[in-house]
């Protein structure tokens, strides 16, 4: 691989993990912020779920778009606009005087956030050869986790002590350190995919329909509304499909997913991952709260053994990885989160030890760091050049469809099973019910992702 002049890829690997980091701690630690953040401003509790949904929503719905972007312009361009919008943006939400103002920024830090995260992997995999580029992504993968399972430890001492307006404000200073490096230290990687056109008209119709089965899946248990708005978004997800194949430059070409199988079955394999371990932490939480009494703090920190493990395995996962094929290592990851998933599923219960919920943590938790180094490697390596852009935002777009899939999953789950009733003592009997088909649906997601990724085959390395 020819190594591009004037850039330190240590330097663009450090650049890389702080936005890593960023994205998902300003999701997390804003989280815990909400009820301070509520009080001072008088919001509702729709308003305060719309402080989280429309960030998450935002990158989810322009993460594609700025991949093929970045893969056109070059991905360091895109990269640094999007540190000097998302730290401008975080900087402002400290600030800001009303709920309204707190939305309408969320979203557009969500904008920066995407970014970010859309060709972090392929700037990564830019400036790194494929014998080395394993265990970048490792470390990259380990920043993102560390993100999302310090935010709420960090953002409620903040919140706490110095309010939640300093949530914000102390992001700002990693946000300068990182455009410091990026224009230092990334300048001049070439493009992946110089001439080609953009799909503007793709990116509006893929941006639709992601926003509307996100948002229906956010208020899947509002009837009507929220199975039709997944409906339309299903169609309008089908809509985009359609129009990529006859599109000269798409925003993603359809054929990669057709004729590349090592990659679909790849993006599959991550879909389901993700599908089957997001909803675990909101469920434990109810859990350990409504069932075994313990305090939200008390629960926190049990809680916080799944991504902890995560951040421990996926470096240890990526050197694995440079020794043993990606596509076995992330499968005999995914099937450690399968039997956690399903011992999980048997063991629950009101009289369970919490030594024997920490341990199923545990071992889910090692089981998506052993899976998602290798895969995403996988992923990025699968593709030409020209679409390192493209593969890194299907990363990320099937984290967020994974996630809403998962959530989904849930609500319906507990719309079955207790209908309008509240979680309390004496409906605690149907909510462990609702628990135990959800972990089961949850290890089900997760055995469809083990025979894709068994099935995938050979990866044929294209850089």
């Not at 400290?94 to 309408?104: L, Y």
């Not at 990526?318 to 999980?344: F, P, Q, V």
């Amino acid at each position: 691989m020819q190594q591009e002049k004037n850039i330190s890829p240590g330097m663009v690997l450090v650049t890389v993990c702080i936005a890593q980091f960023m994205a998902p701690f300003m999701l997390t630690s804003v989280g815990v912020a909400l009820p301070s953040l509520g009080r001072e401003m008088n919001a509702s509790a729709m308003q305060l779920g719309l402080v989280e949904q429309l960030y998450v929503l935002s990158i989810a719905m322009a993460m594609l778009t700025f991949g093929r972007f970045g893969d056109i312009v070059g991905q360091n361009k895109v990269f640094l606009t999007g540190l000097v919008f998302f730290t401008t943006l975080t900087f402002s939400l400290s600030f800001t005087r009303s709920i309204e103002m707190v939305m309408f920024q969320r979203f557009f830090q969500g904008i920066g956030g995407a970014m970010l995260l859309s060709g972090s992997m392929a700037i990564v995999a830019s400036v790194y050869p494929p014998e080395v580029r394993a265990r970048k992504i490792g470390i990259v993968s380990a920043c993102t986790y560390a993100g999302l399972s310090s935010g709420p430890v960090i953002g409620g001492y903040v919140t706490a002590h110095l309010g939640w307006r300093f949530v914000f404000a102390m992001a700002v200073p990693f946000g300068l350190s990182a455009i410091s490096m990026c224009i230092y230290g990334m300048r001049n990687i070439s493009r992946n995919a110089p001439g080609e056109k953009m799909d503007w008209k793709g990116s509006f119709v893929y941006a639709v329909g992601i926003g509307l089965f996100m948002t229906g899946a956010a208020h899947a248990r509002q009837m009507p509304m929220g199975p039709i708005m997944i409906a339309i978004g299903i169609q309008g997800l089908t809509a985009f499909f359609y129009m990529e194949k006859k599109t000269p430059s798409p925003l993603l070409d359809v054929s990669l997913l057709s004729n590349n199988r090592f990659f679909t079955l790849s993006c599959l394999a991550a879909f389901g991952n993700y599908a089957a371990t997001f909803g675990i932490t909101f469920l434990m939480s109810l859990f350990l709260q409504y069932a075994k009494g313990l305090s939200p703090r008390q629960a926190g920190f049990i809680l916080l053994l799944q991504p902890l493990m995560q951040v421990i395995t996926s470096p240890v996962a990526g050197r694995l990885s440079e020794r043993i094929e990606a596509a076995k290592l992330a499968t005999a990851g995914m099937l450690a989160s399968s039997i956690g998933l399903l011992l999980a599923a048997i063991t629950v219960g009101t009289d369970t030890s919490l030594w024997v919920i920490a341990a199923e943590l545990i071992l889910i938790g090692s089981g998506f760091g052993i899976f998602i180094t290798p895969n995403s490697t996988a992923i990025m390596g699968s593709v030409e050049r020209r679409q390192l852009g493209v593969a890194s935002g299907m990363i990320g777009a099937m984290r967020t469809l994974g996630m809403a899939v998962s959530m989904t999953s849930v609500a319906v789950i507990f719309s079955v099973f207790m209908g309008d009733s509240a979680i309390k003592p004496e409906t605690i009997p149907e909510f462990i019910i609702s628990m135990k088909v959800g972990l089961v649906v949850a290890a089900l997601f997760s055995f469809l992702g083990i025979a894709v990724s068994y099935g995938r085959g050979k990866q044929a390395r294209y850089h």
